[in-house]
Every structure is written in C-alpha cells, then in structure tokens.
C-alpha cells in the first residue's frame, strides 16, 4: 500500500555546494597537513611532544590526520568519524601536538552541522562523537590521576587540569555545534531569498507575457467590434449601389453617400480607439455610451436594416467602460443579424433597467434557427469578444436561436459593475454563452443559427 502524500515525509533540503568545493577542500587538507607537521617539529624542539613512536611518526600522522577533511563538503559525516577516530589513536597510539589536530577535529565536527543535508543524522552523529570523546576524556583525566603525574600538587593540581580539559572540550564542541547550525541556517535561508526571488522574477516575466497578450486581444476585440459594423455596413450600401445604379441614380448616389458616410464614422471610432488604447484604462468622453443607441439604429436603418430599439425603464446609471461593452454587443449583435438573419428580418435591441441589473437584448426573427441553412462566413471572435466584455464587468452573455425563430443575444451587468483590471485574465475567459431558456426545443441547439451553434466547433462571428 502506497503512502498518501500527507504520510510522505518531505524530500531533504541540500546545501548547494561551493563552486570549486573540491579545490579549497584539497587545499584546507594540505595547508593543515603542513601546519601540523611543522607544529610536531616546533613543539618537540620547545618541550618533548608526549609519544610513543618516533617524532617522524607522528609528524606522518599529523598528516594522515588532515587527508579526510579533503572530502568534508562532501562526506561530512564520514569524515567527522574518520578524523575522530585517526585523533583518538594518534593520541593513544602515536602521539600529537595539541594545536593543528585540535583545529582538523573542530572544521571536523562543525562541517557536519553545516553541510549534512539529513539533519536528524547529523544530530545524532554528533552527540555520539561528542559522547565518546567525552568517555574518553574522563578515562584519561582517571588514569592521570592513578598514575600521579601532577606530583607535589598533588589534588589541587589534578582538579585544574581536569577543570582545564574539560572547559577546552566543551568550548570547542560546543562552538562547533552552534557555528555548525548558524552555517546551515544561514545557507538555507539564503537559498529560500534566491529561491523567492526566481519566483518572483518569473512570475514579473508571465505578467508581463500575460499583459501583452491580453493587450492584444483587447485591440483585436476593439478592431473587430469597430471595423466589422462599418465594414459590413458599407459592402451592404455598396452592393445596393451597384445594383441600383443602372435603373436609380439617386437612389445609387444615396447608397454611395451611406458608404462616405460609415467610412467616417469608421475612421471616427478608430481615432477614439486608439485615443483609448494610448491613454490606458481612461474612457473619453468620445466613446460610445448608451444614449449613442439611438444613432446606431438610426444608421442600421440608413442601410436598409429593419431595427428597432426599445428601452424599458430609467436610463441606466453605469460606469462608462460597463456602457461601452453594452454598446458593442448592441452593435455587434445589429451587425451580425445583418450578415446572417436576411434581409427582411426585423432586429429588435431592448435595454431594459432594473434594481440590480441592467440587461440588453438584441434578437431578430430571420433564418438563424432553420435546419439546413449554411452559415455565413465570419471570424468565430464575436461572440468570443461579447463573452470576454460581460465577464470583465462580472456580467453574463448568451446567445443562441429562439424557438420560434431567428436569434437572440442577450447580456446583463450589475447596476454597480466597475471595470476590473484587465490582469484578471480576460484573455482567458472561456466562452460559456448558451441559448436562452425558451431555446432549449430538443435537436435545435444543433441547427445551424446565424453562423453555427454556440457550443460546438463554430460560433457566431
């Protein structure tokens, strides 16, 4: 049976080593070598060294005493219990001086509490070499006093030196454990500054990815809302310019003045556009609001389109960029029943204001719900747009075709929304529009509507 991940014990933070570690490794090891050779020297020729062997031998094992500490960063516990181990029989065995060894047996003993990743061993290992040294402390300090070496100062004599060895003892590995521990301490607490600080810096680099991609999508959806309306609204003048220009030159003239006239109005928005684009999340006073209702109507029936605007209730009481998105899906709603429901369908855009939302519908009684009617061409972003712009002002969207007939779109905002900070994700808001309640007739969320269904593989451009 597998452990649950709340049984699994976290994985062992790791010191990261040094750079070049095996190089100073190498080097400490040969530098105290030679200082405890040179030492043996020293203090055989100053006052006998306590041996058993020549001074030859014990300066080689001053030597042989440093070799581990070549591997400390590495191996610190094994190295710990070798050099413990090499001090105890040079001392009993060969003999030592008491100042370089003494220096090799505490970089021993501080390296494991610095650099052993396994705490818990490295506790351990310690109290254990530190025990056993203490044994073999009282068994020396015991048979100093059997063998009378203090001589004429008889017990006073033997308790200094015994206060002397065990003071010493206690402050070296007592400073080694506490140096030892402040290290890795120090290291892991460093190691989780540069840690948060990547992540900081790689969450500055998806911010800043995120702001230019949703910098794009809101000029493509500003593109798209402005530059489709009149584009579509000029190829429809146009096409009735050209048919009626043999039989009606007036009414052609009419036609090519509503196309002169929607090319400024273009040109218009997309100075207002990128008015609003340059000066960040500021709305001017140019951009279209809900009270422009009446002139977007009033152009779709320059054209020709049967619309027809009706409002319910108080004018609406919203923040400007809440009115703007309104307007768009007005307008791209118009502009889509234009390009799919046919030309005698009657589009109908109703505001109505309530308590504690404000809801626009745009709806047309074309051909959108027929079975069998091939959909027009159209870039499938929409609806895409519509759902991104009621979900930046916590709001909702659906769209899809009515029971009796043609399409319906329908968006709500609180009476209170607010423009969010575009850092919310708008980009990645997915497309939940879904037909309307009334639309809900069994096969005919199928049917392909005014450019395919909403939940399937097409959308409504």
Same mark, same amino acid.
């Given at each position: 049976?597998?452990?649950?991940?709340?049984?699994?014990?976290?994985?062992?933070?790791?010191?990261?080593?040094?750079?070049?570690?095996?190089?100073?490794?190498?080097?400490?090891?040969?530098?105290?070598?030679?200082?405890?050779?040179?030492?043996?020297?020293?203090?055989?020729?100053?006052?006998?060294?306590?041996?058993?062997?020549?001074?030859?031998?014990?300066?080689?094992?001053?030597?042989?005493?440093?070799?581990?500490?070549?591997?400390?960063?590495?191996?610190?516990?094994?190295?710990?219990?070798?050099?413990?181990?090499?001090?105890?029989?040079?001392?009993?065995?060969?003999?030592?001086?008491?100042?370089?060894?003494?220096?090799?047996?505490?970089?021993?003993?501080?390296?494991?509490?610095?650099?052993?990743?396994?705490?818990?061993?490295?506790?351990?290992?310690?109290?254990?070499?530190?025990?056993?040294?203490?044994?073999?402390?009282?068994?020396?300090?015991?048979?100093?006093?059997?063998?009378?070496?203090?001589?004429?100062?008889?017990?006073?004599?033997?308790?200094?030196?015994?206060?002397?060895?065990?003071?010493?003892?206690?402050?070296?590995?007592?400073?080694?454990?506490?140096?030892?521990?402040?290290?890795?301490?120090?290291?892991?607490?460093?190691?989780?500054?540069?840690?948060?600080?990547?992540?900081?810096?790689?969450?500055?680099?998806?911010?800043?990815?995120?702001?230019?991609?949703?910098?794009?999508?809101?000029?493509?959806?500003?593109?798209?809302?402005?530059?489709?309306?009149?584009?579509?609204?000029?190829?429809?003048?146009?096409?009735?310019?050209?048919?009626?220009?043999?039989?009606?030159?007036?009414?052609?003239?009419?036609?090519?003045?509503?196309?002169?006239?929607?090319?400024?109005?273009?040109?218009?928005?997309?100075?207002?556009?990128?008015?609003?684009?340059?000066?960040?999340?500021?709305?001017?006073?140019?951009?279209?609001?809900?009270?422009?209702?009446?002139?977007?109507?009033?152009? @779709?029936?320059?054209?020709?389109?049967?619309?027809?605007?009706?409002?319910?209730?108080?004018?609406?009481?919203?923040?400007?960029?809440?009115?703007?998105?309104?307007?768009?899906?007005?307008?791209?709603?118009?502009?889509?029943?234009?390009?799919?429901?046919?030309?005698?369908?009657?589009?109908?855009?109703?505001?109505?204001?309530?308590?504690?939302?404000?809801?626009?519908?745009?709806?047309?009684?074309?051909?959108?719900?027929?079975?069998?009617?091939?959909?027009? @061409?159209?870039?499938?972003?929409?609806?895409?747009?519509?759902?991104?712009?009621?979900?930046?002002?916590?709001?909702?969207?659906?769209?899809?075709?009515?029971?009796?007939?043609?399409?319906?779109?329908?968006?709500?905002?609180?009476?209170?929304?607010?423009?969010?900070?575009?850092?919310?994700?708008?980009?990645?808001?997915?497309?939940? @529009?879904?037909?309307?309640?009334?639309?809900?007739?069994?096969?005919? @969320?199928?049917?392909?509507?005014?450019?395919?269904?909403?939940?399937?593989?097409?959308?409504?451009?």
């Amino acid at each position: 049976m597998r452990p649950s991940p709340a049984t699994q014990e976290s994985p062992q933070r790791r010191r990261a080593l040094p750079t070049g570690w095996r190089r100073r490794d190498c080097l400490e090891a040969v530098v105290l070598a030679l200082a405890g050779i040179e030492l043996v020297y020293l203090s055989d020729f100053v006052q006998k060294v306590p041996r058993t062997l020549d001074v030859g031998w014990v300066a080689v094992g001053a030597a042989v005493l440093a070799a581990p500490l070549a591997w400390r960063h590495r191996f610190p516990v094994a190295v710990m219990v070798a050099v413990s181990f090499l001090y105890f029989a040079l001392v009993s065995w060969v003999g030592a001086e008491m100042y370089a060894s003494q220096v090799v047996l505490f970089l021993g003993f501080y390296t494991v509490g610095a650099w052993c990743p396994d705490r818990r061993r490295a506790t351990w290992a310690r109290v254990a070499v530190a025990a056993g040294m203490a044994v073999w402390l009282v068994w020396a300090t015991v048979a100093r006093f059997t063998d009378g070496a203090d001589g004429e100062r008889g017990v006073n004599g033997y308790m200094a030196f015994a206060l002397i060895q065990f003071l010493i003892n206690i402050a070296y590995f007592s400073g080694a454990w506490v140096f030892g521990n402040r290290s890795w301490d120090a290291a892991m607490e460093r190691q989780d500054l540069r840690a948060a600080h990547e992540e900081i810096r790689e969450q500055q680099d998806r911010l800043a990815e995120q702001a230019v991609s949703l910098e794009r999508v809101r000029i493509a959806r500003e593109l798209h809302d402005v530059v489709a309306h009149h584009v579509t609204a000029m190829g429809v003048q146009a096409g009735a310019a050209r048919v009626s220009m043999p039989r009606n030159p007036d009414a052609a003239a009419m036609h090519l003045r509503g196309v002169e006239s929607s090319a400024r109005n273009a040109v218009a928005e997309l100075k207002t556009m990128v008015h609003t684009l340059r000066d960040g999340e500021g709305v001017p006073d140019s951009v279209p609001r809900l009270r422009d209702l009446e002139d977007l109507v009033a152009q @779709a029936r320059g054209i020709g389109q049967d619309v027809v605007l009706e409002r319910i209730g108080p004018e609406p009481e919203l923040p400007p960029t809440a009115q703007l998105a309104l307007y768009r899906t007005a307008q791209e709603g118009i502009t889509n029943a234009r390009k799919h429901a046919g030309p005698r369908a009657t589009v109908t855009v109703r505001l109505r204001t309530g308590t504690e939302q404000v809801e626009l519908d745009v709806s047309d009684d074309g051909r959108g719900a027929r079975l069998g009617d091939a959909p027009a @061409a159209g870039t499938g972003t929409g609806l895409v747009g519509m759902v991104e712009r009621m979900a930046s002002l916590g709001g909702t969207l659906e769209a899809g075709p009515k029971a009796e007939g043609g399409w319906l779109v329908r968006a709500t905002v609180p009476v209170h929304a607010t423009a969010l900070d575009s850092a919310l994700g708008h980009a990645s808001v997915p497309v939940q @529009a879904s037909a309307p309640a009334r639309a809900t007739v069994p096969g005919q @969320a199928s049917a392909p509507g005014h450019a395919g269904t909403i939940a399937g593989t097409e959308e409504q451009p």
